[in-house]
């Protein structure tokens, strides 16, 4: 069972457009919601992550933005490069539990 | 400093054979989880080790098994292995036990069940 849905499974930007990856969870007790980006033959790293007590958090050119009543929350890569081709992974925790739930991953391509 | 380190890259191994997968954690790290990733899939979370003990399990069967050591280094053991254990094995360690301390992945080792 997944905990965390996320969509797309993958989407293809031009390099200077704008990325957007959607994930929605159905646990209310979730309150750490971090991205990962993986590259291949990589483990993931953590990119960004927010709690919901703020409704977007921006870091450089990626933004989550976390809608607490939909249950919903999205990562935009603004003026998305081709260096910021892989794979992006969505996830999801409470604040006393010690594993993530990750979504299925969506894979990023920027063409030049 | 030196990230987190798996060993081996990549093995083979028969149906019910056993696998022994190996794990250093970040220096300064006393928490290791370790995740399972199908191909085209996120992680799974397995199970995580904290200062030597078993901190909680994900939905594996028993024949995954884990240790950590005094260094905080670890073993990710699979018995009677089945074609469905083909997979990515990652392992994460972070300063502390709760999801909250950012988790540092090492590369994983490809394990291919034939």
């Known amino acids: 069972q997944q905990q965390v849905k996320q969509s797309p499974q993958s989407l293809i930007v031009q390099k200077g457009g704008i990325s957007i990856i959607n994930c929605a969870y159905e646990?209310?007790?979730?309150?750490?919601f971090p991205w990962y980006q993986q590259f291949p033959g990589k483990g993931p790293a953590l990119l960004i992550a927010i709690r919901p007590d703020v409704s977007e958090k921006k870091e450089g050119r990626f933004t989550i933005s976390f809608n607490k009543s939909a249950k919903q929350f999205s990562l935009h890569i603004m003026d998305s490069q081709p260096g910021d081709s892989a794979t992006y992974f969505c996830?999801?925790?409470?604040?006393?539990?010690?594993?993530?739930?990750f979504g299925a991953g969506t894979t990023v391509t920027v063409r030049a | 400093e030196t990230g987190v380190t798996q060993s081996p890259t990549h093995l083979i191994k028969t149906r019910g054979q056993q696998v022994t997968l190996r794990c250093s954690s970040q220096?300064?790290?006393?928490?290791v989880s370790w995740y399972q990733q199908a191909l085209g899939q996120g992680p799974q979370f397995i199970f995580q080790?904290?200062?030597?003990?078993?901190?909680g399990r994900g939905n594996f069967p028993p024949r995954f098994s884990g240790l950590q050591f005094p260094n905080y280094s670890s073993e990710l053991n699979v018995n009677a292995l089945e074609l469905d254990d083909s997979a990515l094995y990652l392992c994460a360690s972070s300063l502390g036990a709760g999801a909250f301390n950012e988790q540092f992945f090492g590369p994983g080792t490809r394990l291919t069940v034939l």
């Open positions: 080790y904290y200062r030597e003990e078993e901190n």
């Open positions: 996830a999801a925790s409470t604040r006393y539990d010690y594993k993530l739930s």
């Open positions: 646990n209310t007790a979730f309150d750490y």
């Open positions: 220096s300064g790290h006393n928490t």
